[in-house]
């Protein structure tokens, strides 16, 4: 694990009441305007945050990509205990996703984005596994000193990462502030 990684040993930080709160799941991935045969990627899925409601709102494929094993294995436990048969579990990195090309129509990238090294080589991969047309969610940690979060010199600005996204073709077509301290950006692949 480098230490840009997020520790599993903090996994219950990724899903409380708090950031439910702040960031409603389903309320979100309506941004996405998920079709019933869509297929989707959560990268870094960790506890299944995003990864679980997304398969209730499609009857095709959510794959949920994350590093950490311990997290899948957490993850394939309440996909279990949930009766979800349309998740799959892949244990891989977003600088190197291991799915075949064209493959989704959406990918969720929630407080992930900040760990990928280089972040062009995961803004690459994003692009290479999307459907033309097909969009991104992505929800980051704003580049200012705060209480939680990761350490400020491992964020990613918002006006930086739109920029990035535009020159790896992806057009953010809505960028919002949440809260002072996170953004959020849903994107479309242009080509």
């Known amino acids: 694990m480098t230490e840009r990684r997020f520790n599993p040993e903090h996994m219950k930080k990724l899903d409380n009441p708090e950031r439910r709160k702040l960031l409603p799941p389903h309320k979100l991935l309506e941004l ?3 079709q019933d045969n869509d297929i989707l990627i959560d990268l870094g899925a960790g506890t299944g945050y995003f990864t679980i409601p997304a398969a209730s709102l499609t009857r095709n494929k959510v794959y949920a990509l994350d590093v950490e094993p311990q997290m899948l294995q957490y993850l394939g436990k ?4 949930q009766k979800l048969d349309n ?3 892949i ?3 977003i600088e190197r996703i291991p799915l075949a090309g064209q493959i989704a129509d959406h990918v969720i990238a929630s407080f992930v984005l900040h760990e990928v090294e280089p972040l062009e080589k995961g803004l690459q991969e994003m692009g290479r596994v999307l459907k ?17 979060g990761p350490p400020l010199h491992h964020r990613i600005q918002s006006n930086e990462l739109a920029k990035a996204f535009d ?9 919002t502030y949440p809260s002072d301290q996170h953004y ?7 080509t």
Do not use: D, F, S
Request: with cysteine; charged share 35%; hydrophobic share 40%.
């Open 32 to 34: 996405l305007e998920i």
């Open 78 to 81: 309440r996909v279990k205990e």
């Open 87 to 89: 998740v799959e579990l």
């Open 91 to 93: 244990e891989g990195a």
């Open 132 to 148: 033309p047309g097909g969009k991104v969610l992505c929800i980051e940690w704003e580049k200012k000193q705060t209480v939680q």
């Open 167 to 175: 020159e790896n073709g992806l057009l953010v077509e809505k960028l």
């Open 184 to 190: 959020l950006m849903v994107a479309r692949k242009t």
